[in-house]
């Protein structure tokens, strides 16, 4: 049985930072690259970050030098450090597998930045 459950959003003034947390269940944390994807009211989802096992980062043009993701093997969890927010970044943030299954998306946490 997988699950992935996503932490840490919030609100947050514009210039703040975020730390978010995905806790994974089931095998899949050792054996697929993690992501992380975010949905904004009106849009598609779109991904954000990605990680290969190796540690290999990826990442969309619009958070490039301000988000970070990471990945801890012995927790089985994936974050990601969001700094300089700004309302653009305003979503609910998933995490998945990279590619992303269907069946694994969770609730997501929602991320509001506004002063």
């Known amino acids: 049985q997988v699950q992935l459950v996503e932490s840490g959003g919030g609100l947050v003034q514009p210039g703040g930072s975020l730390r978010l947390s995905c806790a994974a269940s089931?095998?899949?944390?050792?054996?697929?690259?993690m992501g992380w994807y975010r949905q904004a009211p009106g849009k598609q989802r779109e991904s954000v970050a990605s990680?290969?096992?190796?540690?290999?980062?990826n990442y969309a043009d619009s958070v490039k030098g301000r988000f970070t993701i990471s990945r801890d093997d012995a927790e089985s969890t994936v974050y990601l450090q969001m700094n300089s927010l700004i309302p653009d970044d305003t979503a609910v943030y998933y995490c998945?597998?990279?590619?992303?299954?269907?069946?694994?998306w969770g609730q997501g946490t929602q991320v509001t930045v506004s002063s």
């Open positions: 990680i290969t096992r190796s540690g290999r980062t």
């Open positions: 089931g095998s899949i944390f050792n054996i697929y690259p």
């Open positions: 998945n597998t990279r590619p992303p299954f269907e069946a694994y």
